[in-house]
């Protein structure tokens, strides 16, 4: 496990790191969860293991502090992602990012180029969202104010999450998970999409194939991001479907001719 400073109070980032090739290869994950649970088969996995890989948490998050006087939002923990690499000697890194760890990947390479040549996201969020109490992930747990949440919110959160979201989300700070939650359905000006439409590296975007076509597909693919159906899978694709996710992951890491 590395570790490094992110914030003037010395709030820390860590990190599992595997050892081999650069440049670096940065797994983030999503919201309530941790990189190491997620990613640790498919990092491993014959497509894509050699390579320095680093499966990092975000701030709030996994084995990372939980301070709770940072404000959790899209731009913050990517500026403190940012801290975190740059103390590891990365640059021009190859990330894999799922779900809320798309979108703070996309406004990492929006905000510090240089960490970033490849971007392969995993059913991301590229849009805002409308809470809704009742529902499932951040739109259910921005519907509450931060007091409702830490008053009780929470445990009605944790009995909707179910047991396997819920053994990663418990690790996460309250008051990161609930202002992570609401500004991921807010998102960012201008939007994560548009952002994303004007990165010029490459970029990949996998989604599961049973939740039918992307929204916005032909104006993706028309700006260079190649749009990949995954099946047998649900939103943790590279949980549910560890071999097609490697295929398609590694398909889009190695497409030199993609734009």
């Known amino acids: 496990m590395r570790n490094a400073s992110v914030t003037p109070e010395g709030g820390q980032i860590r990190w599992v790191e595997l ?26 996995h014959p497509l894509l293991a050699g390579r320095r890989s680093l499966l990092i948490d975000l701030l709030g998050h996994g084995i990372s502090d939980r301070p709770t006087d940072f404000d959790y939002a899209l731009e913050s923990h990517a500026d403190a992602l940012a801290a975190a690499l740059t103390g590891a000697g990365v640059t021009g890194a190859e990330l894999i990012a799922h779900s809320m760890g798309g979108s703070v990947a996309i406004v990492l390479a929006a905000r510090h180029p240089q960490l970033v040549s490849r971007l392969v996201l995993v059913d991301a969020n590229l849009d805002p969202i409308t809470p809704a109490l009742g529902s499932q992930g951040s739109s259910g747990i921005a519907a509450y104010s931060e007091e409702e949440f830490l008053a009780g919110g929470w445990e009605e959160i944790r009995d909707r999450a179910g047991p396997h979201w819920w053994s990663t989300m418990r690790l996460a700070g309250r008051e990161a998970l609930h202002r992570s939650a609401v500004h991921l359905t807010r998102g960012t000006v201008p939007t994560l999409r548009e952002l994303l439409l004007d990165l010029k590296i490459p ?5 599961p194939e049973a939740d039918g076509p992307l929204p916005g597909t032909d104006a993706l693919t028309d700006a260079g991001v190649a749009v ?13 479907n560890p071999d097609g996710f490697a295929r398609a992951a590694a398909a889009a890491l190695s ?5």
Do not use: K, W
């Open 19 to 44: 050892q081999g090739q650069e440049p670096a290869r940065i797994y983030v994950h999503g919201l309530g969860a941790t990189s190491p649970a997620y990613f640790a088969e498919v990092a491993a």
């Open 203 to 207: 970029r990949a975007y996998l989604l």
């Open 255 to 259: 497409d030199h001719d993609q734009r």
């Open 228 to 240: 990949v159906s995954i099946p047998d899978c649900g939103h943790n694709i590279m949980l549910d």
